[in-house]
């Protein structure tokens, strides 16, 4: 019995090949993986650690830095004399022009501090591209960050977003309460730190992958992160409750993997952290390649012979397959294919002798095809003649209608040719509300030579609606419909279009006092009893725009019918295309 032309392929392949190659893989990997994996841990949490402890030196003084220069920045406004409780208004304005000059040099003398923001109640007003503005103190009495600096003189602003004359930006920032020389306070001064600056501080200068790493404050409010670090409420007050200075934990997730968390303190709890995925941990050992490499070696060696048998028995039935393949279109090419397998190899042998028998079928099919099109291609052309041979023809009756003295006869076919080539319109889907009204009073009138006095009609639109488009041919048929069912067998009739536009939507509504709608008027009919405008119309809607735009028929109260065609607002044919992939048909 031959197992290869009997049982399920994937079944043999995983039972006999795949388990036996995987179970030695993790076997090996899970020792090795032990191994390693705490040495690992212990090597890298000591270089971090020496790296953080110097990022924090260098973190320390240029924040210490920021702090001396807000502390400066408050006495010199007090040596100044700048104190916005000042009466005498031209001893304040000339105050405040020193004080803004003094600030203004604090952001030339420094690269990190990018502006100056003094917050003041009843501030006069500066020039917003200033490198200093004076601000309203009950603008920054509403940020959340607020209440830190009610308990305190001063404390950092964690990360946020600024307007500059190059744009938003990001920015981190020092705030300090401000108090006159009766120690009265009176403001806020805020320096405000590029975020980018502080950003490569605790980046340091690390190469290669980029570290994920978060500067907490005291009361563990994020004031800096590079990369993308995630810590839970718990994990950092973990991290809090520990005496260390400097010190590393390993926290496992639901995978058991984690993250390794070095930290480092500096001066009052503030805290740098570094969050290093586990995984990327154990990936970079060479310890740990060479055991994987030597295990995936001896497993490929242990399979290759077990392997090289398997392959030969899968490849000789796909060879022959292919063979047969490379003999295409040959009659007869998957006749001589083997018919004694039962696995997957047998159905797809079965199917590619059906798959040849049904390409025999299609060629013939399209052969047919090929020749029905040339056919058609050949009456469309000839149609293309229509339209300009009846174009001329109308214009030659007209012309006799005029020397024969029949001016009805004459307005109602030049009235006819402007309508079809309006109805034309050179093959496009969609056209001016103004041509589409225009076809429709053409119509209008040749019925109003028809019925007289006994036939009114009024057109309502907005002057500035008439440049929007619609699909053409979308009144026209209602209108008729009006004149062949509503008037039929009456002697007088009135019809009334109103356009209106509703932010987004075309309203159009058509209202007649004809005899109103059959009960039926909606149902198919069971032979050919007319209303395929009306029909096509609806359809071409449904089509082109589908819900919530339609058409809406109902018997009007005091008698005749009224329509509502509910449609988009389209401003011209290319938004009509993209937005509703209406296409412009030629015919």
Known sequence: MNLFKRVRIDRLFFRSFASFLSILLLIFTWISYNVTSRELADTSSYYQQDMLNELNKQIDIQLKSIEQMSLAASRNMNTIGYDPFEKDPFELFHRRDDMLRMLASITYSTTMVQSIYLYIDNPTKTDPQAPVQILDMAHVREEPWYPEIEKSDFTWVGERTLPTNKGPQRFISFARKLYNTSDKYYGLLMLNVKASAIESLVRGESEGKERNRLLLDASGRTIATIGKPTLSESELQLIGSKDMVSDYIHLPDNQGEGALLVWSKLRSDWMLIEVTPWKDIVHGSIRLAYILVSVGLTAICIT????????????????????????????????????????????????????????????????????????????????????????????????????????????????????????????????????????????????????????????????????????????????????????????????????????????????????????????????????????????????????????????????????????????????????????????
């Open 304 to 587: 290759a012979f077990f392997t090289l048998f398997l392959s030969r028995q899968f490849t000789k039935p796909i060879s022959l397959l292919l063979a047969r393949m490379g003999r295409v279109p040959a009659t007869g090419a998957a006749m001589d294919l083997p018919t004694d397998y039962r696995n997957e190899f047998g159905s797809l042998f079965n199917g590619y002798r059906r798959q040849m028998e049904r390409i025999e079928e299609l060629l013939k099919s399209l052969r047919s095809q090929h020749k029905r099109q040339r056919e058609a291609e050949i009456l469309a052309l000839q149609a293309m003649i229509n339209p300009h041979f009846l174009y001329n023809t109308l214009d030659q009756l007209n012309w006799i209608a005029i020397d024969s003295g029949q001016e009805k006869i004459s307005a109602i076919v030049s009235l006819m040719g402007k309508m079809f080539r309006i109805g034309l319109s050179n093959g496009e889907t969609v056209i001016p509300i103004r041509d589409e009204l225009t076809h429709v009073d053409c119509y209008l009138q040749i019925q109003k030579i028809r019925w007289g006095e006994r036939l009114t009609y009024a057109i309502d639109v907005d002057e500035d609606m008439k440049d929007l488009f619609i699909p053409r041919l979308t009144i026209q048929p209602f209108v008729e419909n009006a004149f062949i069912h509503g008037f039929h067998g009456r002697r007088a009739g009135n019809v009334n279009i109103t356009l209106r536009r509703k932010e987004t939507e075309v309203e159009i509504i058509i209202t007649d006092n004809g005899v109103g709608l059959k009960t039926d008027w909606n149902l198919p009919k069971p032979r050919k009893t007319g209303g395929y405008g009306v029909r096509n119309v609806m359809e071409r809607i449904a089509a082109y725009f589908g819900q919530p735009y339609g058409v809406t028929m109902r018997d009007r109260d005091e008698g005749g019918t009224e329509v509502v065609l509910l449609l988009p607002v389209l401003h011209n044919k290319t938004e009509v295309e993209e937005a509703f992939h209406v296409e412009n048909t030629y015919y």
